[in-house]
């Protein structure tokens, strides 16, 4: 199994796969009307917390920073990058050996998929500096702004419900009790899916960005 660490050089300015116009729009909110900065507030965090999520789930970074990358105790030809894609362009330096310096003609990169292939076995260390992930949320792909979107909608129903789930009423001629019974509400806390990320639409969506690491 291979060591691999990770610095990060230049971290991302924003982390999110949709823009809060986006999510409006999706969500069939107005956009052109009066400000209300609470709720805009508010869905921006929702935002936020949904893209995190899925960064969790598929166990990587996606919105675009600087990093070095440092590989130990690997027997490979090919390198899979941490944090892809990664451009041609988007690569500063490749070192082996804690010292040399390998020429862009001794190496070769896929893009989408992050992985550096050495003309001949690398040297270790290997340490590489490079710009990868994501410019977001303008280049994330729309099958992450969709999965975005069910975990949104997730998290304001969730919330609507929960305010209202277990209050229940007690009438006796003119008089009405309101109460909150804690049982209703955990009951259907429990009656959620038993995937991952709790909806299985997002689950297929994420499964092309999941990598597992060796």
């Given at each position: ?152 909608s997730q998290q304001r129903s969730q919330a609507t419900r929960e305010s209202i789930e277990g ?48």
């Amino acid at each position: 199994m291979a060591d691999v660490r990770v610095k990060v050089l230049e971290p991302a300015d924003n982390a999110s796969f949709l823009t809060l116009r986006e999510a409006k729009l999706l969500l069939g909110m107005p956009v052109n009307g009066p400000v209300d900065d609470i709720a805009d507030e508010t869905l921006e965090l929702q935002i936020a917390i949904a893209s995190a999520t899925i960064m969790r789930l598929v166990n990587r970074m996606m919105a675009k920073q600087k990093v070095v990358e440092t590989w130990f105790d690997f027997a490979a030809t090919k390198l899979f990058l941490r944090h892809f894609p990664v451009e041609e362009d988007g690569i500063e330096e490749v070192t082996i050996g804690g010292r040399g310096l390998l020429a862009p003609d001794e190496y070769a990169l896929e893009e989408e998929s992050g992985t550096l292939w050495g003309f001949g076995r690398f040297a270790e260390p290997v340490s590489i500096t490079y710009w990868g992930g994501y410019e977001l949320p303008d280049e994330a792909p729309l099958d992450l702004k969709q999965a975005t979107l069910l975990m949104l909608s997730q998290q304001r129903s969730q919330a609507t419900r929960e305010s209202i789930e277990g209050i229940r009423m007690i009438a006796h001629k003119d008089s009405r009790v309101l109460f909150f019974d804690p049982n209703q509400q955990a009951k259907a806390g429990a009656a959620g899916g038993a995937t991952r990320s709790g909806i299985p639409a997002v689950d297929a969506l994420l499964d092309h960005y999941t990598r597992l690491w060796a």
